[in-house]
């Protein structure tokens, strides 16, 4: 079976957007101009559309005057999509693990920065001053 490999922001931005709701080709754009903040060009946009339903990942329906395309998940898509939004959490968690720590105190998980504390020549991190200063003393005061 052939996957499509997501390789940018916009790629997966369009998937999670399709994921709510369907949508027509120019109302992903400007959604992905204001999710990512930058400007998004038809041409990355439309040929990647036309490859998800190639795989049979979206269905079109073409509508109103214009004829305009509305562009929606199949159940393989949704599946699909699912695959690759468990990938990116995966990778997303496995970096935040590594700046994860718990608290000496109360044992409270912190990310990124903790208040540290050495004693005996050991180094504690806390989650907050007050644990820093009751550890060892009795309860956390947050």
């Given at each position: 079976m052939e996957k499509l490999k997501i390789t940018t922001l916009s790629r997966l931005h369009t998937l999670v957007l399709l994921s709510s709701s369907s949508r027509h080709g120019y109302e992903l754009i400007k959604e992905l101009e204001h999710g990512l903040g930058k400007k998004v060009s038809s041409g990355e946009v439309y040929p990647f559309l036309k490859e998800l339903k190639r795989l049979g990942y979206v269905s079109v329906e073409s509508?109103?005057?214009?004829?305009?395309?509305t562009y929606k998940l199949t159940i393989k898509g949704k599946k699909f999509v699912e695959d690759v939004l468990n990938n990116v959490s995966t990778v997303i968690e496995s970096m935040i693990a590594s700046k994860v720590t718990s608290c000496a105190h109360c044992s409270c998980k912190v990310y990124g920065k903790s208040h540290v504390k050495k004693i005996k020549e050991k180094e504690f991190h806390f989650c907050c001053k007050y644990c820093a200063e009751a550890f060892g003393f009795g309860d956390c005061h947050v």
């Open positions: 509508t109103g005057e214009r004829d305009m395309k």
